[in-house]
């Protein structure tokens, strides 16, 4: 599992995109495809708090279960303390959606002076 961070009043929380985070964030949207469209809104503000707040939640349950360092739970929105019309604010959630989609493929090549049976 992959964590990204962001950095709120001081503090980096962590950010995990698991499974039950993307159930989450589709039963919250309706869709992965309407959280998509919430973001490209005239006001996605909304969206991007709900997006960061459920990322941070699981990924402090990650760093818990996974014995990794870790500041308490939220007890504000991300909204709160994060200027949401920084670019940053979207990249931190692209950022911890695409590292937990990332695979790691190692190709191993064959023997290609092997003679076929």
Known sequence: MRISYIELVGTKYP??????????????FGSLDKMREAMSSS?????????????????????ELAKI????????????VLDMTDPESITA???????????????????ATAKPE
Do not use: Q, W
């Not at 006001?43 to 760093?63: D, R, S, T, V, W």
């Not at 360092?69 to 709160?80: I, K």
């Not at 959606?97 to 990332?102: A, F, L, P, R």
């Open 15 to 28: 950010m995990c995109f698991s499974n039950s985070a993307s159930d989450e964030l589709a039963d919250e």
């Open 43 to 63: 006001n996605p503000f909304k969206a991007i708090n709900k997006m960061l707040k459920i990322l941070i939640e699981h990924g402090i349950k990650y760093c």
């Open 93 to 111: 959630v692209f950022s911890a959606i695409n590292s937990g989609t990332e695979r790691t493929v190692e190709v191993v090549e064959k023997n």
């Open 69 to 80: 360092d870790c500041p308490a739970s939220l007890d504000f929105e991300p909204g709160e």
